[in-house]
């Protein structure tokens, strides 16, 4: 059992920045990637970036240019840093660990951008 706890999330102005952390309870070099999700309300979850256990990335088109995932295997922790982030930002984002057998998913982390 994997246990994902993220932070970082909370309110911000348009153009602001945010770094959002998820800290895994065991090593996460065996997953074959970490992703960052999000959901606004009544929407689908979505997926925002993904990096694999070879610290390949990609991003969704909306946050190119503008977000960037990374890891340290050390720490079992995974960022997103967002910048110059917009109203349409604002969602509840969650780490995904994929394991070969199945994934794993922390709580969520409000991110909320507003003036």
């Known amino acids: 059992q994997v246990q994902l706890v993220e932070s970082g999330g909370g309110l911000v102005q348009p153009g602001g920045s945010l770094r959002l952390s998820c800290a895994a309870s065991r090593s996460i070099g065996s997953f074959y990637a970490m992703v960052w999700y999000r959901q606004a309300p009544g929407n689908q979850r979505d997926l925002v970036a993904t990096?694999?256990?070879?610290?390949?990335?990609d991003y969704a088109d909306s946050v190119k240019g503008r977000f960037t995932i990374s890891r340290d295997n050390a720490k079992n922790t995974v960022y997103l840093q967002m910048n110059r982030l917009k109203p349409e930002d604002t969602a509840v984002y969650y780490c995904?660990?994929?394991?070969?057998?199945?994934?794993?998913w922390g709580q969520g982390t409000q991110v909320t951008v507003s003036s």
């Open positions: 990096i694999t256990s070879l610290g390949t990335t």
């Open positions: 995904n660990a994929r394991g070969p057998q199945r994934d794993y």
